[in-house]
């Protein structure tokens, strides 16, 4: 099992940028793919990017792409979204999560655990 904890989040000019973190607890976070997904009021959990367990496979949403950036340190135990050029529409509570799939995936059902969340508000 692994523990999920988001910072980062804020209230940001269009056009400005943010890093997230995600830290987990335990020595397994190697294991696991990690997973980025936003929440607008209203809607649905959305994805935004994930990445693979070595770090090397990234994998990004069409309207974050050339705009987030996602990493992970193995060492640390925390994964990060780098985000740049935001806009009014990547508003939300922005959640990480992890699963032990074969492979990184874009689906929120096929993620086991999830953090609290982490409020991104871009204004106009």
């Known amino acids: 099992q692994v523990q999920l904890v988001e910072s980062g989040g804020g209230l940001v000019q269009a056009g400005g940028s943010l890093r997230l973190s995600c830290a987990a607890s335990g020595r397994t976070f190697s294991t696991y793919n990690m997973g980025w997904f936003r929440q607008a009021p209203g809607k649905g959990r959305d994805f935004v990017a994930a990445?693979?367990?070595?770090?090397?496979?990234?994998y990004y949403a069409d309207s974050v792409k050339g705009r987030f950036t996602i990493s992970r340190n193995n060492v640390q135990n925390t994964v990060y979204l780098q985000m740049n050029s935001l806009k009014p529409e990547d508003t939300g509570v922005y959640f990480c999560?992890?699963?032990?799939?074969?492979?990184?995936?874009?689906?929120?059902?096929?993620?086991?655990?999830w953090g609290q969340g982490t409020q991104v508000t871009v204004s106009s």
């Open positions: 990445v693979g367990r070595s770090g090397i496979s990234t």
């Open positions: 999560a992890a699963d032990r799939a074969p492979l990184a995936s874009d689906e929120a059902a096929g993620y086991d655990y």
